[in-house]
């Protein structure tokens, strides 16, 4: 995998592509070639078989590194081959080993809106698009259930 990585950023970069390395489950073993060449990473999913050779090494604590590099990432959830609602799990693996819930949010937030060049998405701040969902508690936790759901500003779901 190691190579696999190193061979895409030099392809990339060779015909002048603009990339995103995804997966990336030994990136945290080139971090400091993928800083250098300012790489973005989006990494995951964190929860699945490591059944194949290339997820031996699939750990939450290699995400962590990244983010904890600088290097921009972003967490995936590999929907539809894994469901979406491990995401918040995946959330919650990282914050428990030291990611700041913001930065956790910002994983799976602003992150990926930057990446697709999606100007006003991921954050909430004036000017932004009012997509957003409001949790009774963190997301990650299991009284983390969605209270509220608004999109463009009109709220669309509300918990009775």
Same mark, same amino acid.
């Given at each position: 995998?190691?190579?696999?990585?190193?061979?895409?950023?030099?392809?990339?970069?060779?015909?002048?592509?603009?990339?995103?390395?995804?997966?990336?489950?030994?990136?945290?073993?080139?971090?400091?070639?993928?800083?250098?060449?300012?790489?973005?990473?989006?990494?995951?999913?964190?929860?699945?078989?490591?059944?194949?050779?290339?997820?031996?090494?699939?750990?939450?604590?290699?995400?962590?590194?990244?983010?904890?590099?600088?290097?921009?990432?972003?967490?995936?959830?590999?929907?539809?081959?894994? +469901? %979406?609602?491990? &995401?918040?799990?995946?959330?919650?693996?990282? /914050?428990?080993? @030291?990611?700041?819930?913001?930065? *956790? $949010?910002?994983?799976?937030?602003?992150? +990926? %809106?930057?990446? &697709?060049?999606?100007?006003?998405?991921?954050? /909430?701040?004036? @000017?932004?698009?009012?997509?957003? *969902? $409001?949790?009774?508690?963190?997301?990650?936790e299991p009284e983390?259930?969605?209270?509220?759901?608004?999109?463009?500003?009109?709220?669309?779901?509300?918990?009775?």
């Open positions: 995998m190691l190579c696999d990585i190193m061979t895409a950023v030099r392809l990339a970069e060779e015909f002048g592509l603009r990339y995103v390395i995804t997966g990336a489950f030994d990136a945290d073993r080139v971090i400091d070639q993928l800083k250098e060449k300012d790489v973005t990473v989006a990494f995951g999913p964190l929860i699945m078989s490591r059944c194949m050779d290339e997820v031996k090494r699939l750990h939450p604590e290699n995400a962590v590194a990244l983010l904890h590099s600088g290097i921009r990432t972003a967490i995936i959830a590999g929907h539809p081959n894994y +469901p %979406a609602k491990y &995401l918040r799990i995946s959330l919650g693996l990282l /914050v428990g080993r @030291g990611i700041s819930p913001e930065q *956790a $949010l910002g994983s799976v937030t602003s992150v +990926p %809106a930057g990446i &697709l060049d999606l100007d006003g998405y991921g954050e /909430v701040r004036s @000017g932004s698009v009012a997509d957003l *969902a $409001l949790f009774r508690a963190q997301p990650w983390g259930v969605t209270e509220h759901t608004f999109v463009g500003g009109n709220e669309v779901y509300a918990r009775s």
